[in-house]
């Protein structure tokens, strides 16, 4: 069974720039996970969508933060404009159903550093 | 606010020692408990999660945990640790029926594991 795939793996843009990060999760997978881990911390959810719906993004900085997942299987995140405190791995993750027991499977990250 | 804690940052063991990672979070309410473990240039992964029954749940290689609800505690043992259990450790919480997917992690403990 494929994990959950996403590209870039490492991007490094200026402040002020715009970047864009992709994630394709497992085949069947109903739920779709945006965190944000900043070095030293744990993943913060920034996003949780329900096929194409969403269910959370009460933490997302919505003044340049953007997500979508438009056909209810893959997903993009944008940050625009960057700023130096954006400097972070940035997880996506995917779960069978939208469940607080379910597992969730995380992909590799995409490391961003703003400089 | 509801939050995770992880009390230590950085274990050093050596290998046959026994380890006791600890996690507190705080929240009255019915949790998911979850630890996730990240190997050297890994994914994220599920190492045990509990959310009824026997409050003693037993995850894949040897780990163990024990929620304690009086103490608002999960804590992550394992008897005799292996250098193969070099990692980060994460606790993780979801709190509540009406919180989907919502996952809260620690801030992650760092294991290293002499030969």
Known sequence: EAGVAQSPRYKIIEKRQSVAFWCNPISGHATLYWYQQILGQGPKLLIQFQNNGVVDDSQLPKDRFSAERLKGVDSTLKIQPAKLEDSAVYLCASSLLLAGTDTQYFGPGTRLTVL | ?115
Do not use: M
Request: proline share 3%.
């Open chain 2, 1 to 115: 606010a509801q939050s995770v804690s992880q009390h230590n940052h950085h274990v050093i063991l050596s290998e046959a020692a026994s380890l006791e990672l600890g996690c507190n979070y705080s929240y009255g309410g019915t949790v998911n408990l979850f630890w996730y473990v990240q190997y050297p240039g890994q994914h994220l992964q599920l190492l045990l999660k509990y959310f009824s029954g026997d409050p003693l749940v037993k995850g894949i290689k040897g780990f163990e945990a024990e929620f304690i609800k009086s103490k608002f505690s999960f804590n992550l043992r394992k008897p005799s640790v292996q250098w193969s259990d070099t990692a980060e450790y994460f606790c993780a919480v979801n709190a509540g029926y009406n919180q989907g997917g919502k996952l809260i992690f620690g801030q992650g403990t760092e294991l290293s594991v002499k030969p």
